[in-house]
Every structure is written in structure tokens, then in C-alpha cells.
């Protein structure tokens, strides 16, 4: 089976994503900056990459096993930020601090990726959005971010393909599930 550049994430829907594409609207677009589709937004909790599509039963079994022992939580997207700093800017983010319910959730998945054999990107957990990417030539040094707090339910998880259409990255969701609990 061909190979998917894949990750499990935590869907943008909702109040949230209307929340984002006001403060998004309110933002200023700097020269070489691109603004993603409401529907590619997410927050990602494990990036796999490039991964055998042969795996894809036993990731989207893990994703159940990660899914139903967890629970509906919030996550405050409490500041706009360039990444990777303001200095050097590639994109803009809604940022937040990880919800112990999000740690655990990672922790699980990347513990069953460990088990299954699948290489992942260990980088520490920074929850965020990314809204705006931005041309290797871009400048920044007139747009400061909009502030913008949204509290993000965290109501679902999946798993995502990356796939480029005419020139442009979208993710599109493989699997999904509805988190146990009745936070909302």
C-alpha cells in the first residue's frame, strides 16, 4: 500500500472556529502570508510522517483504544504567536497550554505508536493552531498579532492525511471519534 504522511489531531469546529476566523478577520495579512481553510485547522497531538499505508486498521485501532479512554476537555487558545519567534517568523498560531486530558491522550497514542513500530515526531507537546503560513521572503515587521482567546472543545479525535491539491496543503480526516463525556 502507498505511503501517507499522517497525524492524529484535535478537530477545529465549531464556536472555536468561528472565534478564530474572527480573529482572523481582524488580523492584518503581512506581504507572503497565506491564511489556511477553516477546515485544515487543528491541533495536532502526534505527527507521524511519512507512514505505510498498510498501518492504517491498526492506527485507527489505536485511535479507538486512545479515543475511548479519554474524556471531553477545553483548551484555552489564549495568544497569537509568530513561530517559530518573532524575529524569524514561518507562521502564525493560536496558542494554549495542554490540558492534562491532552497530555494523556499523547502519551497513549505515542506509547501505542512505539508498540505498532511507527516513527514519530517526539517533540514536546506546544498546543496551537496554525492559522497563517507565511513565504520564506515574508515580513512581519509591520503586523503584530491580533489578540485572540478562544476556548477550544476538544470534543473529538482523528487521524489526518496531508495531501497537496493545486499547490496547497489540506488535511483530510481518515478516521475520527467522539470523545466519551458530556463536557458541553
Known amino acids: 500500500m502507498a505511503r501517507m504522511r499522517l497525524f492524529y489531531a484535535i478537530p477545529v469546529t465549531g464556536r472555536a472556529a468561528l ?11 503581512p506581504r507572503g502570508g497565506h491564511w489556511l481553510e477553516m477546515r485544515d485547522w487543528h491541533v495536532t497531538l502526534a505527527f507521524l510522517g511519512d507512514t505505510d499505508g498498510a498501518l492504517l486498521p491498526a492506527l485507527c485501532d489505536l485511535g479507538e483504544r486512545v479515543a475511548a479512554a479519554a ?8 495568544t497569537l ?9 514561518r507562521l502564525l498560531a493560536a496558542v494554549g497550554e495542554a490540558p492534562r486530558v491532552l ?25 496551537h493552531v496554525t492559522l497563517l503560513r507565511l513565504e520564506r521572503s ?7 498579532p491580533t489578540p485572540c482567546v478562544v476556548d477550544l ?6 487521524l489526518y492525511r496531508s495531501e497537496r491539491e493545486r ?9 475520527e ?8
Request: negative net charge; charged residues 25%.
Open 71 to 78: 474524556s471531553q476537555c477545553s483548551l484555552p487558545l489564549h
Open 138 to 144: 515574508a515580513s512581519t515587521s509591520d503586523t503584530a
Open 81 to 89: 504567536e509568530w513561530w517559530p519567534s518573532a524575529s524569524r517568523p
Open 19 to 29: 472565534e478564530l476566523d474572527r480573529c482572523r478577520l481582524l488580523s492584518s495579512t
Open 153 to 158: 472543545e476538544v470534543t473529538r479525535l482523528a
Open 177 to 184: 471519534a467522539e470523545l466519551p463525556g458530556l463536557f458541553f
Open 167 to 175: 499547490g496547497v496543503t489540506h488535511y483530510r480526516p481518515l478516521w
Open 103 to 127: 497530555l494523556d491522550m499523547r502519551r497513549e497514542l505515542l506509547a501505542g505508536l512505539r508498540e505498532l513500530g511507527v516513527d514519530h515526531d517526539g517533540k514536546p507537546l506546544r498546543p
